[in-house]
């Protein structure tokens, strides 16, 4: 059987010169397919479009999955569906290919309307909602949801039914509606509860229930939640897991528990994910910790690429950032009644700007009771006066004699 020696031979080309190996499974895709053949040819595509993937070829790949639309039709539908969504899932490994992914998967779904592939359509159809996230196209998102939801709700398809419904949630989150994606999120746990759901997909469902109870700020349920999502993912070998622990470490930090940071990361579990990642949210708990914003800015210096590009860690360590801000700052001007504030500035190291401006804020939540003289470049602080409780107290014994009363003509009206 020629073919095979031929993928036999294109593989161990492959080996060592990826670029040598396309022409070889290029051929064995140009030849005419027989029942033999075919299986070889299904081959040579996935490991063609791998060399495409490894050399960071986009726009080869894209043509491949184009131009392979024949031989794909002689294919079983079922192997279909999985070997088409294989090819547009290696888009994801070449960087900064994100709007070619979302033309490729749009093309194939009018591929799939005109052979009346419904289910492949959706399957598809769900990759682009998860695409229009990553590429924020949040309204597109929403609107092929809406679609989708009332196509699965008629086919019963539970379990592409709880993929997009957790889809929605994330997309809600990302719009900053909280009460829209805890509803959704609850509607796809409701779908979830009635199938066998795959350890995969109940690991997202887990995080994206950790990161809702960490924006309501319930962080210790957060924290459980991220738990389960690390030991699912961990067990699958799942890249994600990093981020579950990165969260857990967070819920940690935010609850002011940084002593049980370490034995978080000694644990069987997290052991294997020690790194960079890691190492960036022990320096932000060490930094709050100390309570030391220098500290904490230079750690935000430091591992600006680990804690900055994560959206959920960046909105929670700004929270963290103000608080801490705000600590300072009280425990700076607590033995002063006027100060200036450029003395402030030089005693917390932040610009006289960032200063007044935090102090204006923290004046109008009422923090503290005080004036800025800009004037002068001070801040007034006023003691704290008693409050006098006479007025309270008066209304309170009014309102027991009168209870008094009541009772007293209730019991008289009854002798009589």
């Known amino acids: 059987m020629p073919s095979i020696s031929t993928i036999a031979q294109a593989e161990e080309v492959r080996k060592t010169s990826p670029e040598q ?10 030849a005419a397919a027989t029942g033999d053949s075919r299986n070889d040819q299904e081959t040579a595509l996935l490991k063609l479009a791998q060399c495409y993937r490894d050399l960071h070829r986009p726009n080869e790949l894209a043509a491949l999955i184009h131009d392979s639309r024949t031989l794909i039709t002689s294919i079983p ?3 279909t569906a999985k070997i088409i969504r294989t090819l547009i899932d290696y888009f994801s490994e ?4 994100l709007p070619l992914q979302i033309d490729v998967c749009k093309q194939t779904i009018q591929w799939t309307i005109q052979e ?5 359509k959706q399957a598809l159809e769900t990759r682009l909602v998860a695409l229009y996230l990553d590429n924020k196209m949040y ?25 997009v419904q957790l889809l929605e949630s994330r997309v809600c989150h990302a719009l900053r509606n909280l009460p829209k994606a805890k509803a959704a999120l609850t509607s796809a746990r409701t779908s979830a509860n009635a199938i066998y759901c795959p350890p995969l997909l109940q690991a997202a469902l887990d995080m994206q229930s950790g990161i809702l109870h960490a924006e309501e700020k319930d962080y210790k349920t957060g924290f459980s939640y991220f738990y389960e999502t690390l030991e699912g993912y961990s067990s699958l070998e799942d890249a994600r897991a990093i981020s579950a622990l990165k969260y857990m470490l967070l819920c940690k930090v935010m609850l002011n528990l940084s002593d049980d940071i370490q034995s978080i990361l000694n644990s069987k579990v997290a052991l294997k994910y020690r790194g960079v990642e890691v190492e960036a949210m022990k320096a932000i708990a060490s930094a709050h910790q100390n309570r030391s ?13 680990e804690l900055g590009h994560d959206p959920i860690i960046r909105n929670h360590l700004a929270s963290l950032y103000d608080k801490l801000l705000e600590q300072n700052l009280v425990r700076v001007i607590e033995p002063f009644s006027r100060v200036e504030i450029s003395h402030i500035a030089e005693i917390i190291k932040l610009p006289a700007q960032q200063v007044e401006s935090k102090l204006s804020q923290m004046i109008l939540d009422k923090t503290f009771l005080g004036v800025l003289d800009q004037g002068a470049g001070c801040l007034v602080v006023f003691e704290e006066t008693p409050v006098d409780k006479t007025y309270d107290s008066a209304l309170d014994t009014m309102k027991n004699m009168a209870n008094v009363v009541e009772s007293l003509y209730e019991k008289a009206s009854k002798l009589t």
């Open 21 to 30: 190996a396309i022409p070889l499974y290029q051929s064995i895709l140009a």
């Open 77 to 79: 539908k079922a192997k």
């Open 94 to 97: 070449i960087p900064n290919t």
């Open 116 to 120: 009346k592939r419904i289910f492949l």
């Open 139 to 163: 309204s597109d998102s929403l609107a092929l949801i809406a679609t989708l939801l009332k196509e699965l709700k008629k086919l019963d398809d539970k379990m592409v039914l709880v993929e």
């Open 293 to 305: 914003l220098q500290e904490f800015e230079q750690a935000l210096a430091a591992y600006r690429d």
